[in-house]
């Protein structure tokens, strides 16, 4: 069963251009959250999505960037004109969701952000 | 005040060494605790899970949670050179049915041979 994925692994941006890091969920996962790490901090909880809807946004900054998980295919974060204050790793975690589990989440490898 | 305290280290210790780490936190309203190993550069791995205060046990590990003193605990016994990684806590509210987690900064753990 594979694991979460990311790509693309590294992403290079200048500033203003806009980056999609793309998160595909564990088979059988329904539900995916989005963190960012920035260097010499601690991972910092962004969105939680599941299909099509929006559950939780309280960690994503009000401007330049969104987040979503269409019916079909990988949950995208996108980040409008980048600025260098947003080179981080990102990471995406899934769940499954299922009813009377402890609901742990998978984390993938992350997403290497480089604004120059 | 952060909502999540953990010292950055880094801590080194022999091989074989029992390993402490500890976090503190302020919200009351935190309802998980977690504990996460993350190797360099690859995500962040799940170790242990617990709700309740008190003492849970996984082969060499064991979580302990004091919630009336907001302060939980991993302890690693027979530390090997391949625990050597960034041990992050990591304290839950709920959201939506499921968990979002404040995570402290991470301790850097060198276990050298």
């Known amino acids: 069963n594979a694991g979460v994925m990311q790509n693309p692994r590294h992403l290079v941006r200048r500033r203003g251009q806009e980056a999609r890091l793309r998160c595909s969920p564990m088979k059988g996962h329904s539900h995916v959250y989005w963190y960012r790490q920035l260097p010499e901090e601690g991972l910092k909880f962004m969105v939680y999505?599941?299909?099509?809807?929006?559950?939780?946004e309280s960690g994503m900054p009000k401007e330049r960037f969104s987040a979503e998980f269409p019916k079909e295919g990988p949950s995208i974060l996108r980040i409008q004109q980048v600025v260098r204050g947003d080179s981080a790793a990102y990471f995406c975690?899934?769940?499954?969701?299922?009813?009377?589990?402890?609901?742990?989440?998978?984390f993938g490898p992350g997403t290497r952000l480089t604004v120059l | 005040q952060k909502e999540v305290e953990q010292d950055p280290g880094p801590l080194s210790v022999p091989e074989g060494a029992i390993v402490s780490l500890n976090c503190t936190y302020s919200?009351?309203?935190?309802?998980?605790f977690m504990w996460y190993r993350q190797y360099s550069r690859k995500g962040p791995e799940l170790l242990m899970y617990?709700?309740?205060?008190g003492n849970k046990e996984d082969g060499r590990f064991t979580a302990q949670v004091d919630k009336s003193s907001k302060y939980i605990s991993l302890f690693i016994r027979d530390s090997q050179p391949s625990d050597s990684a960034t041990y992050l806590c990591?304290?839950?509210?709920?959201?939506?049915?499921?968990?979002?987690?404040?995570f402290g900064r991470g301790t850097s753990l060198i276990v050298h041979p």
């Open positions: 990591a304290m839950g509210r709920a959201s939506g049915g499921s968990y979002i987690p404040t």
């Open positions: 919200n009351s309203a935190f309802q998980y």
């Open positions: 999505l599941q299909k099509e809807n929006i559950i939780d």
């Open positions: 617990t709700y309740s205060s």
């Open positions: 975690a899934s769940s499954p969701r299922l009813a009377g589990s402890t609901d742990t989440q998978y």
